[in-house]
């Protein structure tokens, strides 16, 4: 199984700031990589996939980047309502393993 | 837009079956842009590809869980099923089902069920 690791684990950080989540495979998977964003109770949402292609709807302070193994999701100018969880995902071959997720919150 | 909803027993006994049903509503399961598929989250803790169907009834499990796991399509009722047989406790979670766009090779999961929490116990 490829291995996905996020860090930080938990992100503190204000409204207006910039901010930045790694996430590393264990192996090299191209671009095949999803970012979800999942708010408490509530199922995950997609916000970008194949590493740096942006949902139809998602705003565009999210961004994502990266390839092989090494790959990153910004939010620039945090809101209220991004203050949730963060997952990476890996597409690249079964099983479709998540990261542990990333907690944003209040500084 | 796809809307999917999940619908089973929210308590299981220990050894016994999980049964969930997915039905999906605004579009036909029957695609070639979609595969459908079931992901887990214990409670607290972080998210499980548990395995996806495409229409046709080609299956991809988890390999941690395919000893125990069926799912299946039902294309007459716009429906996919996921079966675990033999639970523990450690088989307690949020069950969710998503669909899988996967047009241009890519593999998104776009819309989820609000997800069912099941809970084996006796």
């Known amino acids: 199984d490829i291995q996905m690791t996020q860090s930080p684990s938990t992100l503190s950080a204000s409204v207006g700031d910039k901010v930045t989540i790694t996430c590393r495979a264990s192996?090299?998977?191209?671009?095949?990589l999803n970012w979800y964003q999942q708010r408490p109770g509530k199922a995950p949402k997609l916000l970008i996939y194949?590493?740096?292609t942006l949902e139809s709807g998602v705003p565009p302070r999210f961004s994502g980047s990266g390839s092989g193994t090494e790959f990153a999701l910004t939010i620039s100018g945090l809101q209220p309502e991004d203050f949730v969880t963060y997952y990476c995902?890996?597409?690249?071959?079964?099983?479709?393993?998540f990261g542990q997720g990333t907690k944003l919150d209040f500084k | 837009q796809l809307h999917l909803q999940e619908s089973g027993p929210g308590l299981v006994k220990p050894s016994e079956t999980l049964s969930l049903t997915c039905t999906v509503s605004?579009?036909?399961?029957?695609?070639?842009?979609?595969?459908w598929g079931w992901i887990r989250q214990p409670p607290g803790k972080g998210l499980e590809w548990i395995g996806n169907?495409?229409?046709?009834?080609?299956?991809q499990y988890n390999p941690s869980l395919k000893s125990r796991l069926t799912i299946e399509v039902d294309t007459y009722n716009n429906q996919f099923s996921l079966k675990l047989t033999s639970v523990t406790a450690a088989d307690t979670a949020l069950y969710y089902c998503?669909?899988?766009?996967?047009?241009?090779?890519?593999?998104?999961?776009?819309?989820w069920g609000p997800g069912t929490l099941v809970t084996v116990s006796s």
């Open positions: 998503a669909s899988i766009e996967v047009t241009g090779g890519w593999y998104k999961l776009e819309y």
């Open positions: 605004g579009g036909s399961i029957i695609s070639s842009s979609f595969y």
């Open positions: 169907i495409y229409y046709s009834g080609s299956t």
């Open positions: 192996q090299s998977i191209s671009t095949y």
């Open positions: 194949v590493a740096s």
């Open positions: 995902q890996q597409s690249y071959s079964t099983p479709y393993t």
